[in-house]
Structures are given as C-alpha cells and as structure tokens.
C-alpha cells in the first residue's frame, strides 16, 4: 500500500535562480498535489537555495527537503529521493527545468490508462527565448510494449538514445525490483546504463505524447559544458552496459547497438578532450582500452569497420587489441 499516487524527486546544487519558475510550473499542475510527495534533494547547495525552499514548502501539502551537506552528484541525490519516495508511481525532475501546465495530470492519467512499468514522453528545449520540441526517438505511441523494442535497430535513433531520467513516469515496481535506481557514485553519465537496464530488465513500456517537460541548455555552470575527470565517468556508464549486454540470452542481436554507441560517444570526448592536460588524456585513452576489453573481438572488429575512416583514426588507439584494429583499417 502506497502513500501517494505520485512522488516527485527534484535534486539541485545552487539551484536558487531557477527555483521560482519551477515551483510556480508547478503550482500550475491541476489538482494532484493531495496524493502528490514533492521531494527536494538539496545536494550540497552553497547559494540562497535552503532559505527559497522554506518559502516554497508552504505552496505545497506534502513537501519534504533532504539535505546533503557536501554535494555527491546526481545520481546519488537521485538515489537519495528514491529511498524516501512512498508513490505508486515517481518522476524525476531538474532543479533548473519546469513543466507546461498540466503536464503531471497528463503523465498520472497515461500512467493509470496504459498501466505499464514505465512511460517515456518528449521534452521541449529550451535555450534563450529559442524552444524546440524533441521526440522520443518510438512512433508507435500510446501502446503497452516490451521495452526490448526500444533497443534496436542498431543504425537509428532508439530509446537507449534517449536516456533523460526526467522524460517520463515510472511505476514504483521497476524501484522495488532494484532497476529504478542510478549508478552510485556517477558525476555524469549516470543515466546511459540505468536506461539500458530499463530497457532490458523492465516488463513494459509505452511512449505517448506528453512535450511538457521545459528542459534549458546552454546554461553557463552545466557540469555537461565543463571537461575535466567527471566526464570520464561515460567510460565506467558502458563498462556496466557491457556486462548488461553479455548476460542477456540474445546478446549477439544486442552488442552491436552497444559498440556502435560506444564508438560514437568515443570519439566525442577524444575531441572534447584534446585541449586537455596530457595527464587527463592518458587516463581516457587507459580506461577506454580497460573497458572496450569487455567487448568480445569479432563483434568489435565488425562495428569498426562500418566506421567513417575519421573515426576510426581518432578511436583506434584508444580500444582495446589496437594493433588489429588498425590492419582492418588499411584492408
């Protein structure tokens, strides 16, 4: 039995500047909020932030504030909330994101409607007065799936691809059946496994059309617009997607979605981090090796190849068996 219809999480480091057009967002969400639990993750917050959320808590009758007084990263704030949340069904949201009008009651009336384990929705960006709807990469919309079809196909965009912990609802099931929760320890790149898992471990899914989730970029402090060690924690995301990947009974149908991801987002940050410190540089080009060796040989020899060729020149040396990789280049 369940306290709430829905849980809402929402972590934040010095969020402050953001906090008022949250709230006001979602005051703005239609009569949800008596079987509604509005949890603020306030994760090592330096700015004015604790003195808004006194003011903020009154909006709302059940509003709860944990507070960690050094800052552990998103993913264990995240984690932080998950422990607390006592809904049938749970959201994530960004401390510096807001909602459309009545986007909650649409998410909670899909949730109760298709009764699946999770439901994915599209998001608006949202960049100066610039706003642009984004899809979730499914066509088939508003149907009860097996989350397996939104792995492949392998050369297009799949709901892997869409790894957003904030664009959708998730049933408090896939959090009991411990595949709800983030990596532990992530500064980035904490949602690029937990979207694999859900995609292989959970029951259902369903994608409906729900673009009310108002996400901004570009913001000057964004840890995406930063590169320094915590970037490097997308080499430890797809260690942990490999070894999903490997235990599945059909993993020859799935690694080469996982390669090709790999490699794309590979040669990504070799040219995010060119400028970087040779020390930095030596620790991508380490872990990479560590990490594609996870990956049995054929199925990385097949994917390379496919390769445009300046790709293949950036990544070569930083996977592992090198050497080979290399011959397969000059054939």
């Known amino acids: ?79 932080t909330g998950l422990a607390s949340a006592r809904g049938e069904h749970i959201i994530f949201l960004d401390g510096d994101d807001w909602l459309a009008p009545g986007h909650l009651s649409s998410m909670l009336a899909a949730a109760h409607r298709l009764g699946v384990d999770f439901i994915r929705c599209d998001h608006t960006t949202v960049e100066g007065t610039k706003r642009v ?36 609802i998730f049933h408090r099931r896939v959090l009991e059946q411990g595949i709800l929760h983030f990596p532990e320890n992530f500064m980035t790149a904490e949602d690029r496994s937990w979207i694999w898992r859900l995609h292989l471990q959970a029951e259902s899914f369903a994608v409906v059309d729900a673009p009310g989730i108002l996400y901004r970029r570009g913001l000057a402090g964004s840890l995406s617009r930063i590169v320094d060690i915590r970037q490097l924690d997308f080499i430890r995301a797809f260690g942990q997607i490999f ?25 990504h940050q070799i040219n995010r981090f060119a400028a970087s410190p040779a020390s930095l540089r030596h620790q991508l080009r380490r872990g990479a090796r560590t990490i594609s060796a996870k990956i049995p040989p054929e199925y990385l020899r097949e994917e390379f190849v496919l390769q445009k060729q300046g790709r293949q020149l950036n990544v070569s040396s930083y996977l592992n068996d090198a050497p080979s990789l290399v011959l397969e280049m000059v054939k």
């Open 243 to 267: 070894d999903l990947v490997a235990a599945e009974p059909d993993a020859d149908r799935l690694w080469p979605k996982a390669i090709r991801n790999w490699l794309a987002i590979l040669d």
């Open 133 to 168: 709807r984004k899809l979730a990469p499914m066509s088939v919309r508003d149907v009860p799936l097996d989350p397996k079809v939104g792995i492949l196909p392998v050369y297009e965009s799949t709901m892997v691809d869409y790894p957003f912990a904030w664009a959708g």
């Open 1 to 79: 039995m369940t306290d709430f219809d829905l849980s809402i999480i929402i972590p934040a480091k010095d969020g402050a500047p953001y906090l008022s057009t949250l709230f006001r967002s979602l005051r703005q969400q239609g009569p949800v909020w008596d079987r509604t639990q509005l949890i603020f993750v306030n994760d090592g917050s330096s700015d004015e932030t604790p003195e808004l959320l006194k003011v903020f808590s009154t909006w709302f009758p059940h509003f709860e504030v944990l507070t960690n007084p050094e800052a552990t990263g998103l993913a264990n704030a995240r984690n």
